[in-house]
C-alpha cells in the first residue's frame, strides 16, 4: 500500500443548508470507511479546504469522483505527497465549519482575514488542517 495525502480547494457551486453539508459528510464517512480513507473538510461559506489520506489508488479514484460533484466547481489541488504515516487517522471525515475558534487560524496561514484557500501554499492548507483538528472531537 501507497499511502498518500491529497489536498484540495473547490468553490462552492451554490449556498448549501446545513442539511447539504450533512448529507455530503454522512456519504464521505461511510464511503471513507469502506475504503480506509481518512481526512479533514473545513467549509466556510465560500470554499471547500479537504485532505484526504490513504491508499495512493483508492484516494485518487474518490478525488476523480468528488472533482465531478456538481456542489462545487474550480476544484485545484493544493498538494499531493507520499507519506509514512497518516495525521487524520481519528476521522474517517472530519468536518470543521467556520467558527469563531477556525477564524483567527485561517488569518495565521493566509494574508488577510478573507480566507481564500487558492492563495496559500499547499503546505500552508495542511498545516492549516492540522491546527483546525486541535478543536475536534475523535470520531469515525
Ligand atoms: C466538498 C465535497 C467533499 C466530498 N468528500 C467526499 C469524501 O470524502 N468521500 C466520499 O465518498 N464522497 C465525498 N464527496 C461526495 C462525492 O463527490 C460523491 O458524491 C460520492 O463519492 C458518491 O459518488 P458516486 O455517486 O459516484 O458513488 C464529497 C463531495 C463534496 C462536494
Given at each position: 500500500?501507497?499511502?498518500i495525502r491529497l489536498v484540495y480547494a473547490s468553490t462552492v457551486s451554490e449556498p448549501l443548508k446545513h442539511s447539504d453539508i450533512e448529507q455530503i459528510i454522512h456519504a464521505a464517512q461511510t464511503h471513507n470507511v469502506e475504503q480506509g480513507i481518512t481526512g479533514?473538510?473545513?467549509?466556510?461559506?465560500?470554499y471547500f479546504l479537504q485532505c484526504l489520506e490513504g491508499d495512493r489508488e483508492k484516494v485518487n479514484a474518490l478525488y476523480n469522483s468528488i472533482?465531478?460533484?456538481a456542489r462545487h466547481h474550480n476544484v485545484v489541488i493544493l498538494s499531493y505527497q507520499e507519506i509514512n504515516s497518516r495525521d487524520f487517522q481519528n476521522?474517517?471525515?472530519g468536518y470543521i465549519p467556520i467558527s469563531s475558534a477556525t477564524k483567527p487560524l485561517a488569518l495565521k496561514f493566509s494574508s488577510n482575514h478573507e480566507f481564500d484557500p487558492?492563495?496559500?501554499t499547499g503546505h500552508s492548507a495542511y498545516l492549516l488542517l492540522l491546527e483546525m483538528k486541535k478543536n475536534l472531537p475523535t470520531a469515525w
Open positions: 500500500m501507497n499511502l479533514m473538510l473545513y467549509f466556510n461559506n465560500n472533482v465531478k460533484d476521522w474517517s471525515m487558492y492563495r496559500i
